[in-house]
Each structure stands twice: as C-alpha cells, then as structure tokens.
C-alpha cells in the first residue's frame, strides 16, 4: 500500500511552454502534498505544500504564479510549470502524506519524480 | 517495479547508543542510493553511494552500499535527541527516485 504516481516521467519542451505534472495517491486519501525539486547535489527543496480544497502554500522564494498547484482531490494534486524556461529544468518530486494509523505523526509517501527538460 | 525497503520502521534508543538502519532495493538502471534525514519540511541529504564498498562518513554518521547484495546501511553512532528523525533511503535509476517508506529513530535522553 501508499503508492504515490507522477505522470509523466520525463517531459521535454520547448521554452515558453507550459508543462503540466500530475501527483497521484493510487491506494490511500491524502491529506496533504507536498511539491519539491531536487537540486545537483541530491538536496531536495520543498516548492510547497497543498492540501485538498484549499490553496497551496509557497515556500520562500518560490514564485506562485509560474508553479501553480491545483490540489483538486485527495487523491490527485498538479504542478503547472507555466512559460517554462531552460532554468526550470530539474527533478520534481511530489510527496503524499496521511496520518500513520497509530501514530502521532504524517506518513509521508514519495512519488518517483519527473524529470523536466527546458529547451 | 522498482522497490526500496527500510528496516526497522521505528527504533527508539537511549542517548549514547550506536544505530543501523537498514536499506535494501531492487531499482532498474541503478545509478546511485541516497540518504536524508526528515525531521520537518523537505528531507536533508546525508549522502550519495555509487560505489559499492566505499565507507562514506560525515561526523558522527558513516553510510556503506553493496551493490551485490543490493543493501545500504547508515550508521549513527553516539547518538544524540538531535538524531531523532525520520531516516529515508531512495534509490536512483535512469529516471526514477524510489523511496523507501523510512526509519522513524527516536533517541531518548
């Protein structure tokens, strides 16, 4: 159980384009999301964090209006990467949480990441 | 299907105890394995191993990866409350990170 999709896996498009990147929870409700982007050197940034209905909230220095996130069920949130760019190219992970049973904090389940590709 | 898994899921230990967390995977196109520590937002990253038998340390934590028998251990020795965290292991193909679902360490004084 907690398997957590991205589609695609890989995208490659030219700059000016907007690419849209799905994060599914297959087999359980989550009740939050979050976004990262993964660095050269493995770091993984935390972009922002959704949750279902609501609107997601930003990390610092992350703009809103070029990394939308609709999170539009328990089980499915999106990151548009909207007029794209060769610097947006990166590793995007997205992350699942649910309340452990039995525990007093958030399972936090990692989808397989998508690798975006700017030209 | 590309698999990571971390034993044990949760360990509690006294302050001053040494700890090994487990990491096994079975990942396509293995590239690499990398640990992070989780303790609030985004996962810190502890270390990369691509070579299999190479000790990589950063103070009080060593990490080591057979690629033969396709397993990982982070070591922590002298531990600390600050070492209470959730310990995550992925591993790396051509184009996936896989992660294993981590080691809840709970260090108690």
């Known amino acids: 159980g907690a398997v957590v999709s991205q589609h695609p896996s890989r995208v490659i498009c030219k700059s000016g384009t907007s690419v849209k990147i799905e994060c599914r929870s297959l087999d359980f409700q989550a009740t939050t999301m979050f976004w990262y982007r993964q660095f050269p050197k493995q770091s993984l940034m935390l972009m922002a964090t959704s949750n279902e209905g609501s609107k997601a909230t930003y990390e610092q220095g992350v703009e809103k209006d070029k990394f939308l996130i609709n999170h539009a069920s328990l089980t499915l949130s999106t990151l548009t990467v909207t007029s794209a760019h060769p610097e947006d190219s990166s590793f995007y992970i997205c992350?699942?949480?649910?309340?452990?049973?039995?525990?007093?904090?958030?399972?936090?389940?990692f989808g397989p990441g998508t690798r975006l590709t700017v030209l | 299907e590309d698999k990571v898994v971390q034993s044990p899921l949760s360990l509690v230990v006294h302050e001053g105890d040494t700890v090994t967390l487990n990491c096994s995977y079975e990942v396509t196109n293995f590239r690499s394995l990398l640990w992070y520590k989780q303790e609030k937002k985004a996962p810190t990253f502890l270390f990369m191993l691509?070579?299999?038998?190479i000790e990589k340390k950063s103070g009080r934590l060593s990490s080591i990866l057979d690629k033969k028998e396709l397993f990982s251990i982070l070591n922590i020795t002298a531990t600390q409350t600050g070492d209470s965290a959730i310990y995550l292991c992925?591993?790396?193909?051509?184009?996936?990170?896989?992660f294993g679902k981590g080691t809840k360490l709970s260090v108690i004084p």
């Open positions: 992925a591993g790396a193909g051509s184009y996936q990170l896989t």
């Open positions: 992350s699942a949480g649910r309340r452990g049973a039995g525990l007093s904090y958030n399972e936090q389940f």
């Open positions: 691509t070579s299999s038998g």
